[in-house]
């Protein structure tokens, strides 16, 4: 029988097939305890925080002690969490990285399920693998939507999100008649830092419309605080990330751009997010 040598020892094909069947096994059990019951994920986010003793966990969670024990013991057998010298539970090196994860997927499927309508109806492709993988961190994001009654309320919310900022990035593929603003009242008058990264034909439209003596000015005034960048492939998305605030609309499966939602958020987070998915698009694109 053919053999695999490994060191000083020789295990058998036949051997190593029974191993490889016991590791899938065991991965699939590993999965299973940490990701098929509510408690034992629960119980996994809220040792991230630190070791906890049983009467803590019980509490926090809201079970009886039997309840929680079981799913603890569960936990352990899989080398999830342990127990230590005074009985407090915590998280294994392996239990404190499939916490991570399962606090990424949690926060995920809570943005993705609170706003169900608004990511299904958009085109999501403005948005590299890398940042998909991130977008838990919009957790607590609100939506603002404009009613019959009130269309100009997604507009209106975003003049004032900008009015008050003192640093503005952004990425945009749609034109809109704030890049007059930005540039006379934000720039000159309050001195804001702002840097953009916009399509050829946004920077056409940029030049055409802004009056020609405050655009010289802009761009010969050493004080004023302008960036504009080109991008080298047209992308379908509107960000807004100031030092308080993120927005971020999307275009509609038809290739219109919804000027009607936009998703807000003040969290520390979902700003973290913004600005790396502006560093990804300045990456992409050339400076003017």
């Known amino acids: 029988m053919a053999t695999i040598i490994e060191g000083e020892e020789e295990i058998s094909v036949r051997d190593r097939s029974v191993i490889k069947g016991q590791k899938g096994q065991n991965i699939q059990n590993s999965i299973r305890i940490a990701v098929c019951s509510e408690l034992r994920r629960q119980i996994i986010i809220a040792l991230r925080e630190g070791k906890r003793a049983l009467s803590e966990l019980r509490d926090s969670l809201g079970v009886s002690s039997t309840t929680a024990i079981h799913a603890l013991r569960e936990l352990e057998k899989e080398n999830i969490i342990f127990q230590d010298k005074s009985r407090k539970y915590g998280l294994t090196r392996i239990g404190y990285v499939i ?7 949690v926060d995920a499927v809570e943005v993705l399920k609170k706003h169900e309508d608004f990511w299904l109806t958009h085109d999501l492709s403005g948005i590299p693998p890398h940042l998909l993988e991130k977008i838990g961190w919009l957790k607590g994001s609100t939506l603002i939507e404009a009613p019959a009654t009130d269309f100009f309320r997604v507009h209106t919310v975003y003049v004032d999100i900008v009015r008050t900022a003192k640093e503005i990035i952004g990425v945009s593929s749609i034109f809109i008649p704030e890049f007059s603003f930005l540039f006379e009242k934000l720039l000159i008058d309050e001195g804001t830092e702002v840097q953009l990264v916009i399509t050829k034909e946004v920077l056409d439209r940029i030049l055409e419309t802004t009056d020609k003596d405050l655009l010289k000015r802009v761009l010969k005034d050493k004080i004023v605080k302008l960036k504009l960048y080109v991008m080298k492939e047209d992308k379908k998305i509107g960000l807004t990330v100031t030092d308080k ?9 038809d290739g219109t751009y919804d000027w009607n939602r936009d998703l807000i958020s003040s969290s520390q987070r979902a700003i973290a997010w913004g600005r790396e998915l502006f560093k990804y698009y300045v990456n992409n694109s050339k400076i003017v």
């Open 99 to 105: 916490g991570l994860k399962l606090s990424d997927f």
């Open 245 to 253: 605030f993120i927005s971020l609309g999307f275009f509609n499966l």
